[in-house]
């Protein structure tokens, strides 16, 4: 078992490692907070395969606590990945979690039950992570290091983080820049959907923390109007306001988070209210002129107007299809 955790990153992490296991010709199943259940999958596995598992904080919290409310065993509390990799730990959920330490408490017990014979996989560049190294009982492996070897400049740190993993398994890193040259992106996730009058619709539904705005923002070549909003998880927009001020012309705000979205950003750029997905898209066009981005990436959960972030996705998408 292969498991995944962190703020962001974890899909493309996780599909990125079980495209580089099929490459090498091992057999692999790719499954858990991804979207397809672990427990769905458990009769069609064999002792010869890999599971990569995608892990939510929610999920560490309960199956290596252990949920008082629920009978589910020892089982669930022993849980041990061979490969544990944490991606980063980045402001989230703070609207379940009382404080940071908490949150990141629940995405490091992912080491919990590893012994000598595991591995884990950790970013160097986090200092919670890095502090935590000499206390694990797994090999370590530091991947976006300060001071990785010079054929690693180049690759970000999803990339990264799937070399140090391949690494660990004796997959040749040959294998792994294959797949990441073919390697199309993940639904949600910057995805390119139409360009429409010189003006480019990007799809982030799946950014919903400030620290991944920040990335898809960087990766912005355009001016860009923004779409966001949602169910707040009491995070900190304040920080972006930097960047927002340098790549964003126009900001859309909808949901429930769109008052503290005019508060954190309404004397740096335009804020404009929406109710509806449609009525934000609508609106974005109406900012937007050839050469600009008209960009969904919310910063907030869905649950205010969707029923997940896919939901989202696909409702901006088929608005945007739709447009004449």
Known sequence: MIAVTGSNGKTTTTTLIDLALKAAGRESCLCGNIGIPFSGQADLLNDKGYVVLEVSSFQLESLLAGDPRQNWGEG????RPRVAVVLNI??????RHSDMDEYA?????????QTAADFAVINGRDQRLTALAPSLKAAVSFFNSPSQ?????????????VIAVAQALGIPGEVCRRVFAAFPGVEHR???VRELDGVLYVNDSKATTADSGRWALRQMKRPVVMICGGRDKHLDFMVLRDIVGEKVKALIAIGEAKDKLQQAFG????????????????????HAVAGDCVLLS????????FDNFEHRGKVFKDIVYLLK
């Open 298 to 305: 919310p910063l907030c959960a869905s649950f205010d107007m």
């Open 267 to 286: 004397h740096i750029v335009a804020v404009s209210f929406a109710q509806t997905m449609a009525e934000a898209v609508n609106l974005a066009r109406s």
């Open 76 to 79: 669930f509390r022993v849980f």
């Open 190 to 192: 910057l995805e390119k």
């Open 105 to 113: 408490a629940a995405k490091t017990r992912i080491f919990q039950n």
């Open 90 to 95: 980045n402001e989230n959920h703070l609207d």
């Open 149 to 161: 070897p010079a054929e690693l400049n180049g690759f970000d740190p999803n990339q990264l983080a």
